[in-house]
């Protein structure tokens, strides 16, 4: 049992390059969550989805899409990388529980650095 | 307005003694739960404790409890008997509906 795993864990990219970061739980977790956490700061949410076929934007979502074909896997894509989306990225997940009591288990996290 | 406020930017606390760590919270929602994360300076969030806005009792994890009042809107955590290993950012979190919403943390080093 893995719980969340991210890859890479670091990557560098040029501005205007794109790429993808991949994120897989084995929980059989139904929601899943990206966040972004900058310098110093704590964690804002960029998108998350509550199942299969299924995604909403968090507070964050300018410049990513994501897409969630299977419940294990919820990728996270950025087009034409900026300087501003510099920060490290969680990818979490939670059984989806109803009501407030969902715990979510994170990533180990992705570091990006766009130059 | 914040959501969620963490006053303390770091704490000091020598190993073995208790220390508290605040969080103010702001809803209009009668039900919300709220969380405490640990992050090491490896980089991951690690879950610690969870308490919900109708939970009567104080959630108490170990060595970590939750000092819930709910009328002042505030969630403290606090650690008894430091150690050394709890030397981290730690993070306090509300979750209304689907969302979780994060403060902006408090750096807690201790010292032997």
């Known amino acids: 049992n893995a719980g969340v795993t991210q890859t890479p864990k670091f990557r560098i990219l040029k501005i205007g390059q794109s790429m993808t970061l991949q994120c897989a739980q084995d929980?059989?977790?139904?929601?899943m969550y990206w966040y972004r956490q900058d310098p110093g700061m704590g964690l804002k949410l960029i998108y998350y989805s509550v199942g299969a076929g299924i995604t909403d934007k968090g507070e964050v979502p300018n410049g990513y899409n994501v897409s969630r074909s299977t419940t294990e896997d919820f990728p996270l894509r950025l087009e034409l990388a900026a300087p501003s989306q510099t920060s490290v990225y969680f990818c979490?997940?939670?059984?989806?529980?109803?009501?407030?009591?969902?715990?979510?288990?994170f990533g180990p996290g992705t570091r990006l650095t766009v130059l | 307005a914040q959501k969620i406020t963490q006053t303390q930017p770091g704490m000091f606390v020598q190993e073995k003694e208790a220390v508290t760590l605040d969080c103010t919270y702001d809803t209009s929602d009668p039900s919300y739960g709220l969380f405490w994360y640990k992050q090491p300076s490896s980089g991951e969030m690690i879950f610690l404790i969870y308490q919900g806005s109708y939970d009567q009792q104080n959630a108490t994890e170990g060595r970590y409890s939750l000092n819930f009042q709910k009328a002042r809107k505030s969630a403290n955590l606090v650690i008894s008997a430091s150690q050394l290993g709890d030397s981290a950012m730690y993070f306090c979190a509300m979750r209304e509906t689907d969302k979780l919403i994060f403060g902006t943390g408090t750096r807690l080093q201790v010292f032997p």
């Open positions: 929980m059989n977790h139904n929601y």
């Open positions: 979490a997940s939670s059984l989806g529980l109803a009501g407030v009591t969902d715990t979510q288990y």
